[in-house]
């Protein structure tokens, strides 16, 4: 949250939050008890310092980095996870192959079977058979593999999550104590 510099006629400077608008503040230098200007009158304030300087800083921290790396991690992981486990073919259905043999005629069966003898079900695979052969093989182990990263990524982003709503909700006192946190 923003701090707001309020002057005191000693000319020193005490931070104050827009949470303490309205109400009374003992000057820091000389003890001297300020009125906090009402919340309209905010605006007529310096902001401080470092308020302006640095609301990168603030708002991108080691947390956010954190979090933000656990994030395209899990991202990633899972993406890429999902690639390998996709069948990259239909899957065959062998119930409802074997029934429609039981079905057909001896007659047709024994044709078709007599195709298949002469001219042969083995024949080098092409390269999307080979590549889905591949992804299969790589699949099992690698998607699971792969998802377990993808958790670490999510309870690292969890982590940062963590770490980065804690401190915002102190920083609203002033500049000082966050500085004294970190
Ligand atoms: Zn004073």
């Not at 073919?89 to 062998?94: K, L």
């Not at 001896?106 to 042969?120: L, T």
């Not at 052969?133 to 670490?152: D, E, N, P």
Request: net charge positive; with cysteine.
């Amino acid at each position: 949250m923003p701090a707001y510099q309020l002057r005191c006629v000693c000319s020193a400077v005490n931070l104050v939050s827009v949470g303490q608008a309205g109400g009374t503040l003992a000057c820091q230098a000389c003890g001297k008890i300020l009125d906090i200007p009402k919340l309209r009158n905010f605006h007529l304030m310096e902001m401080e310092e470092a308020t302006v300087r640095s609301p990168v800083n603030a708002g991108w921290g080691f947390p956010q980095g954190f979090m933000l790396f656990g994030i395209v991690i899990a991202v990633a992981s899972f993406t890429l996870a999902g690639v390998l486990a996709v069948p990259a073919g239909s899957e065959i259905n062998s119930e409802l192959i074997r029934s429609n043999v039981d079905a057909a005629p001896i007659a047709e069966v024994y044709k078709a079977w007599i195709f298949f003898a002469s001219s042969g079900v083995l024949r080098p695979s092409t390269i999307d058979e080979e590549l889905a052969i591949r992804r299969t093989v790589l699949g099992g182990s690698g998607a699971q593999l792969l998802r377990l990263i993808g958790v670490i990524g999510m309870i690292v982003a969890a982590i940062g999550l963590g770490l980065s709503l804690k401190p915002s909700r102190r920083s609203s006192h002033n500049a000082t104590t966050k500085r004294a946190l970190v």
